[in-house]
C-alpha cells in the first residue's frame, strides 16, 4: 500500500516539491497500487514538468499527468476504477446473499 511520505519521497529525490493536496490526490489515486505505479506516474510528471520552469507538483500537474498516462495506454499506464460502476458485491436475490 501506497502512502503519501512515499510519493513525497520519490518527487523530493528528483528534485521536485509536492504540495500537500497534490500529496493526497496521489495518495488516493494510487492507494491500490504498488511502488511501479507511484514510479510511473512520478515520470510523467517529471516529462509533464520538462515542458516549464516550475519545478512544484500541484493538482493541476498531476491531473495531467495521469490524463499523459491513460492517453498513451503504455503497458505501463494506470488504470482508474471507480467504485460506482464497478460493485465489489452482488446481491442475488434468488439465494439472498452477496
Do not use: F, Q
Amino acid at each position: 500500500m501506497m502512502s503519501g511520505h512515499d510519493a513525497l519521497r520519490e518527487c523530493t529525490s528528483r528534485g521536485l516539491a509536492l504540495r500537500a493536496d497534490a500529496m493526497r490526490l496521489i495518495e488516493n489515486t494510487l492507494s491500490s497500487s504498488g511502488p511501479e505505479a507511484l514510479i510511473t506516474l512520478v515520470d510523467a510528471i517529471m516529462a509533464h514538468l520538462d515542458r516549464r520552469m516550475i519545478r512544484v507538483v500541484d493538482t493541476k500537474v498531476v491531473i495531467a499527468a495521469l490524463g499523459d498516462l491513460s492517453c498513451a495506454r503504455s503497458r505501463t499506464s494506470i488504470d482508474l476504477l471507480d467504485a460506482w460502476s464497478m460493485p465489489r458485491l452482488i446481491y442475488d436475490s434468488t439465494t439472498k446473499t452477496s
